[in-house]
């Protein structure tokens, strides 16, 4: 159980209040991404037709509020690299991370994707694999990771990539209020590995997904609940752990989630796959890539969920 997390949660005090001229910046058409490093309410009618940026911490406690405005804008390229919002742990210049926490995002149309990062966020990924591969991993990806990260009343618009991905010891996400629409490759919510305890409430979720429309990787103690899904004939929620890929030992088990009381349309009907644990179990490839350790995923390449709270989903 991850008891020691409450400590990371505690919230920061918001940033201070955006000046005109940052305000300025952030509504210039723009291909290159803003740092955000204050707090901003839209005025009627404003955009944020560029990337943000919000990382480290100076990220801390900066909070956006669109008021039915828009970040991105339809011709703008995104991409994993490129998000339409990333919240981001700084590494330093010893090799450490500094998280990002305490960020709000609420009313807005998100056009593309949102990204949280930890360890990694340099797009590499040297330091997970050598930080998964010694006891302790999962504490030290949720301590370099972003938390308390607040998204409510949003519409994500996917163009590809994910929508929302949760990235490695990610812990404290609320997506709530909100839905999910557009198009993705793959799914349209990912919980990475060692993540925890971020909740996904009251939310529709319609995005037209490549696979399974949220993935719970190695990632635990989640709640999912009171979500309406559109399945379009994709599976819904899979509980897994992508057992070395990249050569990252999976340390933590999809365990101790809650997924209650969401419902699911548009289900196949030939295999009607709502929830669904141990979805993998080692059956990929790249599972022997991070062998030759006494933990984890590197001795065992299956899922091994335990604990999780299934009940009251609907198929309608």
């Not at 920061?12 to 509504?27: N, V, W």
């Not at 299956?302 to 609907?314: E, L, M, P, Q």
């Amino acid at each position: 159980m991850l008891e020691w997390l409450a400590a990371v949660l505690i919230p920061h005090p918001p940033a201070p209040p955006c000046t005109d001229e940052q305000k300025q910046i952030l509504t210039q058409v723009s291909d290159t991404p803003v740092r955000l490093e204050c707090s901003v309410t839209l005025a009627a009618g404003d955009t944020i037709p560029r990337p943000v940026l919000i990382e480290g911490r100076t990220g801390n406690g900066v909070s956006i509020d669109c008021q039915g405005g828009t970040v991105g804008r339809p011709n703008l390229a995104v991409s994993t690299r490129r998000p339409t919002i990333a919240i981001l742990s700084r590494k330093t210049d010893n090799g450490g991370w500094i998280p990002a926490r305490s960020v709000r995002i609420r009313n807005c149309t998100v056009l593309g994707n949102i990204r949280i990062f930890g360890m990694g966020a340099d797009g590499e990924y040297d330091d997970l694999r050598q930080s998964s591969r010694s006891r302790g991993h999962t504490e030290r990806a949720i301590l370099a990771a972003p938390s308390d990260i607040a998204l409510e009343g949003l519409t994500i618009t996917g163009r590809g990539s994910i929508p929302l991905y949760v990235g490695p010891g990610v812990s404290g996400v609320v997506l709530k209020d909100s839905t999910l629409n557009g198009v993705t490759s793959a799914t349209a919510i990912y919980l990475d590995a060692e993540s925890a305890r971020n909740h996904i409430t009251g939310n529709r979720i319609f995005t037209r997904t490549g696979r399974e429309m949220i993935a719970i990787d190695g990632s635990a103690e989640n709640r999912i609940s009171n979500n309406r899904f559109d399945l379009h004939g994709k599976p819904g929620v899979f509980l897994y752990r992508n057992c070395g890929e990249r050569g990252v030992i999976r340390h933590q088990t999809p365990s101790r989630n809650t997924i209650t009381d969401n419902s699911f349309t548009g289900a196949s009907w030939l295999r009607p796959r709502l929830v669904v644990e141990n979805a993998r179990n080692g059956r990929r490839s790249y599972c022997r890539d991070d062998a030759g350790y006494p933990f984890g995923s590197s001795i065992d390449d299956r899922d091994n969920a335990s604990g999780n709270i299934i009940r009251g989903n609907s198929r309608n």
